[in-house]
T-cell receptor, first 115, second 116 residues
């Protein structure tokens, strides 16, 4: 399967723990976007990365959240000291460019539940 | 700044009936527009896109949408609904020119229910 791969599909954490969400883009795509889908809400942009660079993190909460896309390996979205309000579905999408005219391809998401 | 409004969070139709899902957008620059479908516990699948070519866009699964600049709309239609069309549908916009790096702004979503 050459699509966007996200893991884990489901992640359960207790309040105060760390959550690490991984995303491998489609082959040939070097542009990665993370979105969050809260219950009863649409998807909200969080962060846009290229290899080794964060380009736009305007949608990311200022504290506890971080993202990276290393030269080798998947993109990682990290949430430290999770709270109940972090419970959501987190989607990764990849694109071959940042021009906006190419559709983004989405993974199946990671559903994060905080106990 | 961009925004998308989907009128109607829930739409219910009978199998074989016309499907119409409404989307209005706001953008300060020429937009690119997309419709995605999401089935339960899955990611988003692209139905169709408008990127400044033909204003009537045909997509997968018999869906189509028409870009109307004067009405700032991009409504999604399908002449005859199937049971398998039951899902949540999202309209999204990104701006042409890349000033927002291609990031998508989504509407709230419309859940389509199809009755036998």
């Amino acid at each position: 399967n050459a699509g966007v791969m996200q893991n884990p599909r489901h992640l359960v954490r207790r309040r105060g723990q760390e959550a690490r969400l991984r995303c491998s883009p489609m082959k040939g795509h070097s542009h990665v976007y993370w979105y969050r889908q809260l219950p009863e809400e649409g998807l909200k942009f969080m962060v846009y990365l290229q290899k080794e660079n964060i380009i736009d993190e305007s949608g990311m909460p200022k504290e506890r959240f971080s993202a990276e896309f290393p030269k080798e390996g998947p993109s990682i979205l990290r949430i430290q000291q999770v709270v109940r309000g972090d419970s959501a579905a987190y989607f990764c999408a990849s694109s071959p460019n940042q021009e906006g005219n190419q559709p983004q391809h989405f993974g199946d998401g990671t559903r994060l539940s905080i106990l | 700044a961009q925004s998308v409004t989907q009128l109607g969070s829930h739409v219910s139709v009978s199998e074989g009936a016309l499907v119409l899902l409404r989307c209005n957008y706001s953008s300060s620059v020429p937009p690119y527009l997309f419709w995605y479908v999401q089935y339960p516990n899955q990611g988003l699948q692209l139905l169709l896109k408008y990127t400044s070519a033909a204003t009537l866009v045909k997509g997968i699964n018999g869906f189509e949408a028409e870009f109307k600049k004067s009405e700032t709309s991009f409504h999604l239609t399908k002449p005859s609904a199937h049971m398998r069309d039951a899902a949540e549908y999202f309209c999204a916009v990104s701006d042409a020119g890349g000033t927002s790096y291609g990031k998508l702004t989504f509407g709230q979503g419309t859940i389509l229910t199809v009755h036998p």
